[in-house]
């Protein structure tokens, strides 16, 4: 998969980290879809990110008015298939919790196409160990920081087994949305050492 390939973003559980993820990446153009089990939560999400974005027009941060163009580019869905279907890039942020996340990756192999790749926000679970062998190649972490629509430094750690063209997509990626990417060498539980490039 190429940069320019990549147009529709995933992300998958719309809580803290989740609303706000998809936010980065709506601002930045890309056509998101923002999943959840529950409709309360998608109805949350949609007024965080409302909020945010009155407070970026009203600082003068965006133009006034962008922020509704920015809000017209999320897709809120409690059925992960078509948000899967469409995905070039996923972004899981569901709970932190190992079945939780398994379910979510074997649901997201099933549904989505095979050139899709994985991201989760996750630092503390072992993610790779998770996920079908099948997948594994194109995974990798992202750990975005709260709020993730402010905070610049988004931590990204491969497995075993990313490919290293996944690794330097996804840094690119991420700072094509305005972050600053610090690739680790490899995976320990809650990462944050072993960095190895900006
Ligand atoms: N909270 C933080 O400061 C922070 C910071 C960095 C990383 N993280 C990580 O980000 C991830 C998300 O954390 P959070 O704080 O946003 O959690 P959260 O509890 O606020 O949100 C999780 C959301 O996932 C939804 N969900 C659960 N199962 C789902 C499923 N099968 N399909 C779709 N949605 C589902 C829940 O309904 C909920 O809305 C976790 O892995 C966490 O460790 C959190």
């Given at each position: 998969m190429e940069m320019n390939s990549i147009k529709t973003i995933t992300v998958v559980g719309a809580g803290l980290m989740g609303h706000g993820i998809a936010q980065v990446f709506?601002?930045?153009?890309?056509?998101?879809?923002?999943?959840?089990?529950?409709?309360?939560?998608?109805?949350?999400?949609?007024?965080?990110?409302?909020?945010?974005?009155?407070?970026?027009?009203?600082?003068?941060?965006?133009?006034?008015?962008?922020?509704?163009e920015v809000l017209a580019r999320i897709r809120f869905s409690?059925?992960?298939?078509?948000?899967?279907?469409?995905?070039?890039?996923?972004v899981e942020a569901v709970a932190e919790n190992a079945e939780i996340k398994r379910t979510v990756f074997g649901e997201l192999q099933r549904l989505c196409p095979p050139t899709t790749l994985?991201?989760?926000?996750?630092?503390?679970l072992d993610?790779?160990?998770?996920?079908?062998?099948?997948m594994?190649?194109?995974?990798?972490?992202?750990?975005?920081?709260?709020?993730?629509?402010?905070?610049?430094?988004v931590e990204v750690c491969p497995g075993p087994q990313t490919r290293p063209e996944v690794v330097e997509l996804t840094r690119r990626l991420l700072l094509s949305v305005g972050k600053e990417p610090v690739v680790m060498q490899r995976f320990v539980p809650s990462f944050i050492v072993n960095r190895i490039q900006n």
């Open positions: 709506a601002q930045a153009g890309y056509s998101v879809w923002l999943v959840d089990l529950k409709q309360a939560a998608l109805e949350r999400a949609l007024n965080l990110i409302q909020n945010s974005l009155n407070i970026l027009e009203k600082k003068g941060v965006m133009p006034k008015k962008q922020g509704r409690t059925d992960l298939m078509p948000a899967a279907a469409a995905a070039d890039f996923v994985f991201a989760s926000n996750t630092s503390g993610v790779f160990n998770l996920v079908d062998p099948g594994a190649g194109g995974l990798i972490a992202t750990h975005f920081f709260a709020p993730a629509q402010i905070i610049p430094l």
